[in-house]
């Protein structure tokens, strides 16, 4: 997805910026689905599995402080920052851009349960 397109999709703009660098992240596909099979399980226990992700829910908190790393946090915010070149004149995601959580932080925005998908 182009940043354009982002602009005008009616999407969660910072949900969506983080999902568009997380392969800058550099989590191991082994790590990153081990990590989201246990999410899982702890959304499962709190009822149905199938529901989506809350942002602020157990589950979501506990995969972010599982993959959490100060490199992985540093890789996010030059990933982001890279993209600031290209949000230019698109006020959504100029602004997701710089807000201090979410997208800016690793475990303040509990970022990677808000980006990834869980299937």
């Given at each position: 997805?182009?940043?354009?397109?982002l602009e005008q999709s009616g999407l969660d703009v910072p949900v969506v910026l983080a999902w568009l660098v997380s392969g800058d992240v550099g989590i191991p596909d082994d790590?990153?689905?081990?990590?989201?099979?246990r999410a899982m399980l702890v959304l499962a226990a709190?009822?149905?599995p199938h529901r989506e992700i809350d942002l602020g829910s157990v589950a979501a908190a506990r995969l972010a402080?599982?993959?959490?790393?100060p490199e992985r946090r540093g890789a996010l915010a030059a990933a982001l920052d890279a993209l600031a070149g290209e949000a230019e004149g698109l006020p959504a995601v100029e602004v997701a851009l710089h807000l201090p959580g979410?997208?800016?932080?690793?475990r303040g925005g509990t970022w990677p349960s808000r980006s990834w998908p869980t299937n």
């Amino acid at each position: 997805m182009r940043l354009e397109e982002l602009e005008q999709s009616g999407l969660d703009v910072p949900v969506v910026l983080a999902w568009l660098v997380s392969g800058d992240v550099g989590i191991p596909d082994d790590e990153l689905n081990a990590a989201r099979r246990r999410a899982m399980l702890v959304l499962a226990a709190g009822g149905d599995p199938h529901r989506e992700i809350d942002l602020g829910s157990v589950a979501a908190a506990r995969l972010a402080d599982e993959l959490d790393t100060p490199e992985r946090r540093g890789a996010l915010a030059a990933a982001l920052d890279a993209l600031a070149g290209e949000a230019e004149g698109l006020p959504a995601v100029e602004v997701a851009l710089h807000l201090p959580g979410p997208t800016r932080t690793w475990r303040g925005g509990t970022w990677p349960s808000r980006s990834w998908p869980t299937n």
